[in-house]
């Protein structure tokens, strides 16, 4: 009873804090970047650097802390093949681990992207950390790259993350 | 060649056309290890 309450539990903070994490990455693809360029043309895109992308990336990197550190938890629970912890095999692609692993994999590439790449050049492009222009022009470029190809590699991942019930597929 | 990236649709596409060669990357590990290869 206690562990499959504990799964369900890690399972559903895994899930709230995915959309917390990936629905920032998707507003700041689908919308953001769109309507930052136009307001920006305009002259009017000073209150989305001050007053909402400082907001929205605290809780997208945040989000991806909570979203990877709940799912090595929830991993973690699961037995592996050849009494491996299910943590290690996953990561090891191992047997009827290697579906979830591999959205474990892309995951982790993702939240080492927001925390290595994303949120440091960020932090030059809103003034948070010394830059000069040319760095500034340089960071936006590297931002939106990066964060484009975060939401590439969501689409995998979350394939891999809702195919687990589905193991018959892999078959 | 463009990247694929500078576009919402290329972005899109590129994670599907990822999604499908990881699928079959995923079922060949499964195979490999149900045979014990």
Known sequence: ?171 | MKNPLDSLWGTVISGIVLTVIFFYVAQWLVARASTGA
């Open chain 1, 1 to 171: 009873m206690w562990e499959e309450l504990s799964g369900a539990l890690l399972r559903w903070l895994h899930v709230l804090f995915g959309i917390l994490w990936v629905g920032l990455l998707y507003y700041f693809n689908f919308v953001n970047a769109e309507a930052a360029k136009q307001a920006n043309a305009a002259g009017e895109g000073a209150p989305i650097s001050k007053y909402i992308m400082p907001r929205a990336l605290f809780f997208f990197r945040w989000g991806a802390v909570g979203t990877w550190v709940v799912g090595a938890g929830l991993l973690s629970t699961i037995p592996g093949p050849n009494g491996l912890n299910g943590f290690l095999a996953a990561f090891g692609l191992q047997g009827n681990m290697a579906p979830i692993g591999i959205g474990a994999w892309l995951g982790t590439i993702m939240f080492i992207n927001v925390w290595a790449i994303i949120w440091p050049n960020q932090q030059k492009i809103l003034g948070m950390k010394p830059a000069t222009d040319e760095e500034k022009a340089k960071s936006r470029r590297v931002a939106f790259l990066a964060s484009r190809f975060n939401t590439m590699l969501s689409i995998p991942m979350v394939w891999f993350m809702v195919t687990g019930p589905h193991q018959s597929i892999y078959h």
